[in-house]
């Protein structure tokens, strides 16, 4: 019924940047929260950051003023900028959805996107 497609991944060297970006498609009305998640090899995955529908947003203290979530609620996509990247930012991130409305009725608590990759290198 819905799908959460990230795009924007890829390697780069440390100070550099990348921008994610996450589209959600299918029967959707509105969508609570958009946020990202990653996780890097053996560890859990952790909150990146999470933007509202109304804007409000929060960013865990390991990316605060170097990356920067948005959103365009009539695309219903979510993004991330990523600057000042540094090896420890290095892992998966996911695409995430809270509490999204779909068309035909009823209330799905969360979906995630597959996840893309993200190598940062020293």
């Known amino acids: 019924q819905v799908q959460l497609v990230e795009s924007g991944g890829g390697s780069v060297q440390a100070g550099g940047s990348l921008r994610l970006s996450c589209a959600a498609s299918?029967?959707?009305?509105?969508?609570?929260?958009m946020g990202w998640y990653r996780q890097a090899p053996g560890k859990q995955r952790e909150l990146v950051a999470v933007?509202?529908?109304?804007?409000?947003?929060k960013h865990a203290d390991s990316v605060k003023g170097r990356f920067t979530i948005s959103r365009d609620n009539a695309k219903n996509t979510v993004y991330l900028q990523m600057n000042s990247l540094a090896p420890e930012d290095t892992g998966v991130y996911y695409c995430?959805?809270?509490?999204?409305?779909?068309?035909?009725?009823?209330?799905?608590?969360?979906?995630w996107g597959q996840g893309t990759q993200v190598t940062v290198s020293s």
């Open positions: 995430n959805a809270k509490r999204v409305v779909l068309t035909i009725g009823g209330m799905i608590s969360e979906y």
């Open positions: 299918g029967r959707i009305f509105s969508i609570d929260d």
């Open positions: 933007i509202t529908s109304g804007g409000s947003t």
